[in-house]
């Protein structure tokens, strides 16, 4: 039997964008249509909008590469206060969860989760080059969290107090081993330190990229594994797997 397909208003709000958002994701490849009739009217299949929804790493990817790309509503959070609603449903969510694994460590991921974001937005307060806010979104079954923003990156704002700074790697490894001033902005990595902390004493692993170097944090690891990355973008985007 095949699929029943829905109309581009039933899939603009399962999504949480509008219609025009819609066509331009079709016009421009990013999530094309189905056309049916003569008169090419879209539709769409709700396992694709599954699917496209729960790739959570590649959608703040593509969000933190094109400055135009509208997110869901269910993934941006255009201020704090939003953020920290949605760090509750994440704690909500997490809370239901009968593994005993997951039971255990889920108050660390909600820490993790919340420093990391709120370490965005108490950077970038005032000074977002272009689109405010955070990507935030979470998948319990795959046990994932990711979270992103469009901000300055760790490497202008440490510069700024530590101008031997050289480049984004040197950057991202005082960002998680060194302790910074705490006034503005340098306080920019502080909380990052017991983001390593945290992961490398628990169950969690952390991906984390600003500009273009990226870090893996392996759990029960103390090591710091820093790479150049083949792609470079302002800002930064965090993977919590646990």
């Known amino acids: 039997m095949e ?3 829905i109309t581009i208003g039933e899939a603009a709000e399962m999504m949480g964008v509008s219609i025009d958002t819609l066509r331009r994701m079709d016009e421009d490849g990013r999530f094309p249509a189905i056309r049916q009739g003569e008169k090419g009217y879209r539709y769409y299949s709700k396992k694709d909008i599954h699917i496209y929804l729960s790739d959570l790493l590649k ?4 969000w933190i590469s094109k400055s135009n790309m509208v997110l869901p509503a269910q993934f941006y959070c255009s201020n ?6 949605r760090l509750g449903e994440l704690q909500d969510s997490l809370g239901k969860v009968t593994d005993e694994n997951i039971k255990k460590i889920f108050p660390l991921v909600v820490a993790v989760a919340g420093e990391i974001g709120d370490n ?14 955070i990507f935030f979104g979470f998948d319990i079954s795959k046990r994932q969290v990711v979270l992103a923003d469009r901000g300055q990156g760790i490497f202008t704002t440490l510069k700024r107090v530590r101008p031997e700074l050289q480049d984004d790697g040197q950057a991202l490894k005082m960002a998680f081993t060194e302790v910074v001033s705490g006034r503005a902005p340098e306080e920019r990595g502080n909380g990052l330190k017991f983001v390593r902390a945290v992961v490398t004493k628990s169950l969690l692993s952390l991906y984390f990229q600003t500009g273009n170097a990226e870090l893996d944090l392996e759990r029960d690891s103390t090591e710091l594994h820093i790479k150049k990355s083949n792609h470079n973008f302002r800002g930064c985007i965090a993977l919590i797997t646990f």
């Not at 704090?80 to 609603?85: C, D, G, K, W």
């Open 3 to 5: 699929e029943k397909l």
């Open 80 to 85: 704090s206060a939003v953020f920290q609603s």
């Open 120 to 133: 965005s937005f108490a950077h970038n307060i005032g000074n977002w080059p272009d689109t405010p806010g």
């Open 59 to 62: 959608i703040a990817r593509e």
